[in-house]
C-alpha cells in the first residue's frame, strides 16, 4: 500500500531517540482516497475555498444589481421625460420643456417645434436660439441638418446675411449631416450666386445636388430654375 510521505515533527518535550514520530491527523490513504465519493470531494473543496467563492458570488451579484438598476433608472428617466413633454404640449409650455431638457431628444424636439413656430410668427431671434438647442440635442441624427438650415435662414431674415450664407456653406460641406439637408443648403446658395453672377460658384453647388443620391427633390427645383430663369 502506497502512503504519502510522512511529515516529521519536533517535540521539545520528548527524548532525541522519539522524534521520529509522525503527524498521522491529515494522512489519507491512496487506495481510500479513491472511494471518496464527488459529494465528498465537493464538500471538502468547498471547506477549503469558501471564503473565495462567496466572495465572488456576492462580487456578482453586485454587478448585475448594479447594471440592472442602472436599466430601471434610465427607464424609469426616460418615461418621466416622456409624460414631462405630453404635459408641456398640451399646456404649450415647450419652451420651457426643450431648455430644461436641452441635452435629452425629446428636448431637441421641442426645440424644433418651438423654433419653427417662431420662424413662422416673425420672431427671428428666438428662432436662432431653438434652433441652436435643437440641432445640439438632435446631434447625429437626421433632423441635426434640418435644425442648422432654419437657423440659417432665421439669421437671414434678421440681418445676419453673411452669417447666413456661410452657415449654408459649411452645412453643404458637412458630410456628417444628412444628405437632404446638405442639398437644400446647396441648392439656395447656388440661387445666390446665380443672383450675383457668381457662375463657377453656381455650377460647383449645382454639379453638388445633381450629384446626390438622395436630393430628388431639389434636383427637380433646380432642373425647373434653370428651364425658367436662365
Known sequence: MNRPKKNKIHNPTLPEDQQDLVDERHLVDAKDSEAIS?????NIYWME????????????????IGLNGMRIYASHSEAQIQAAYAEAMASDTLADFAQTYAN????????LSVADAAYAAGDFEKAINFYSIAASALGGSILEGRALV?????RFYNGQENDALAQLTD???NSRLAEAARAEAAYHLAMAADAAGRSEEYDRFARQIQASPLAGQWQQRLAMYEQQAR
Open 38 to 42: 464527488f459529494e465528498d470531494r465537493f
Open 49 to 64: 475555498n469558501k471564503g473565495f467563492i462567496i466572495g465572488c458570488i456576492v462580487a456578482l451579484a453586485l454587478v448585475i
Open 104 to 111: 435629452k431628444k425629446l428636448g431637441g424636439l421641442a426645440a
Open 150 to 154: 432654419g437657423q440659417a435662414f432665421a
Open 171 to 173: 452645412i453643404a460641406a
